[in-house]
């Protein structure tokens, strides 16, 4: 009786041992496949942007991002939409980075950065009459401002106390300032005259004074792990060294 009751136990130690040796393995298979960041972006001509429904972005900073990346042989897919979503999506879910990103002190603790990748600087733009007559934040004290959710610009002027109007993206903001809406709109004066081009707005808007300027970066969730933060790191630099940086912009004049 003994001997049988010693056979149970043993078959049920195995048994047991045979399950959590199972669920050992599914784990460091599920923790060991490799991982997959997601890279997000706004629509930005000709800096990031996709003519094909957004299966694949395109652009002068969005090619230096893939040749990073390829050259760090981290698997990745770069998604294009509104850009208060790209940046939420970062800024929240792991191993998720966002670009282009404006460097600010409220933001630093938020992400881990790789740049940077572009710079710019903060522009007040309104109609041409205003031209040497407003040049000073000060002048808009009583004004309606156009800035876009999510970007650095409008939330510096909102942090100010100036009157800021949102929209989900800069380009419908120039629009708003156009039809009357708004009395001036903020945007980086590297992609504003696209936009202005674009909307065949030259004698309709003018850049009247700049107010700050910003370095940006690609912004990674802090899950993204340091290996990988300091291999894209590393291979940025090599892209600025070996001339592919200025390959690149080559393809794209602005």
Request: glycine fraction near 6%; charge should be positive.
């Amino acid at each position: 009786m003994k001997t049988l009751q010693r056979r149970l136990r043993f078959h049920r130690i195995l048994a047991w041992s045979g399950f959590w040796l199972s669920v050992m393995t599914a784990c460091s298979n599920a923790y060991s496949q490799p991982k997959q960041l997601l890279i997000t972006t706004e629509p930005a001509i000709p800096f990031h942007m996709s003519n094909d429904d957004g299966k694949t972005v395109v652009g002068s900073i969005a090619d230096k991002v893939h040749e990073m990346l390829r050259r760090s042989q981290i698997a990745y897919s770069m998604q294009i939409m509104s850009w208060n979503r790209a940046f939420e999506l970062a800024r929240t879910q792991a191993d998720t980075c966002v670009y282009e990103t404006a460097r600010t002190p409220e933001r630093e603790a938020s992400f881990k950065w790789i740049g940077p990748i572009s710079k710019g600087d903060w522009g007040i733009y309104g109609s041409p009459d205003k031209v040497g007559k407003v040049t000073r934040l000060a002048d808009l004290k009583n004004a309606t401002i156009g800035g876009y959710l999510g970007d650095a610009l409008g939330e510096y002027l909102a942090r100010k106390g100036y009157h800021v109007i949102n929209s989900f993206d800069d380009e419908i903001t120039l629009r708003n300032f156009l039809v009357g809406r708004l009395d001036y709109w903020t945007s980086d004066t590297s992609q504003a005259p696209l936009m202005i081009a674009r909307n065949a707005a030259k004698d309709k808007v003018a850049l009247l004074f700049t107010y700050g300027t910003s370095e940006y970066y690609l912004a990674c969730n802090p899950g993204v792990s340091d290996e990988w933060i300091d291999l894209m790191r590393s291979k940025l630099k090599e892209i600025k060294a070996d001339g592919t940086e200025a390959k690149i912009d080559a393809r794209y004049p602005n």
